[in-house]
Structure formats: C-alpha cells, structure tokens
C-alpha cells in the first residue's frame, strides 16, 4: 500500500539506466517548517516535469 493509505495502482519500468529520488512525506513535512517556499518549488517544479513529459508522449502518440 502506498504513502497515501491505499493500493498501488501503476508499476514503472525504466526504459535505460535510471536514478530514483525518494523523499518520503515526513521529511517533506520537516522541510515545510524550515521553508514553505522551497516545498511550493519543488512541487512546482515537479508538477512542470510531469505535464511537459505527458505533452511530449501526447505528440509521440500522435505522430504514429
């Protein structure tokens, strides 16, 4: 089961050699004391990520 209390719904397989980063919620929460301003980045940032990442498979899918 997840973080979040419920069922894994998706499993991953990298395509190359691939780094994962983990930051559990507990620690997001600790740096969310020191700094919200940091977490909002990081969210943002990552949340910038996904959707150009989701655009380009969208355009690849298309192109086909």
Known sequence: SSD???TRSARVVAGE???LWRLKRERLS???K???RIVH???ADITREIAARLRSTTEDLRRR
Do not use: A, F, K, P
């Open 4 to 6: 979040l209390g419920g």
């Open 17 to 19: 050699d691939s780094r």
């Open 30 to 32: 600790d740096i969310e």
């Open 34 to 36: 020191l700094d919200t």
């Open 41 to 43: 980045l990081l969210i």
